[in-house]
Structures are given as structure tokens and as C-alpha cells.
């Protein structure tokens, strides 16, 4: 699968390098490929949505089926 592919690229490109903090890996995975280098886009905490309050809202009952029958 190309993931496997991907994943085994990017851990043979680590291991010959020491990583002290979690942002060097955005560096390893940009130079883990010469030919075609991976295409890295660094996320932070603001693109991302907690959907509790949603599911909060669209889920009302959990134990209870249609009819009023407990399900687990």
C-alpha cells in the first residue's frame, strides 16, 4: 500500500538522525524522498473542532431505542 510505502521511507530517513523536539519531524518527512519530496502542512491547534457539544446536541439518548427498549 502506498501508506506503508510512505511510512517506511519517512522511518528509514530517521533513522540515522536524532530528534529532540516533535516540529524536527516536519523536517524529516520533507527530505525523507528526493525525487517527488513529500509535501508537508504543519496543523495546529486551531485546526481542529472539538464536536462534543454537536454530538452532544444530535445524540440525546444513548440507552434507549425508539420504543423506549434499553440497549446497550
Known sequence: MEC??????????QK???LFCVSAWKTIIEVAR??????VH???Y????DCKA??????K???KN?????VN
Request: glycine share 2%; hydrophobic share 30%; proline share 2%.
Open 4 to 13: 506503508d510505502s510512505m511510512h517506511s521511507v519517512i522511518e528509514f530517513a
Open 16 to 18: 540515522n538522525s536524532s
Open 34 to 39: 528526493r525525487k517527488n519530496p513529500y509535501k
Open 42 to 44: 504543519q496543523l495546529n
Open 46 to 49: 486551531t485546526d481542529f473542532f
Open 54 to 59: 454537536l454530538c452532544d446536541q444530535l445524540v
Open 61 to 63: 439518548n444513548r440507552t
Open 66 to 70: 425508539e420504543t423506549g427498549e434499553r
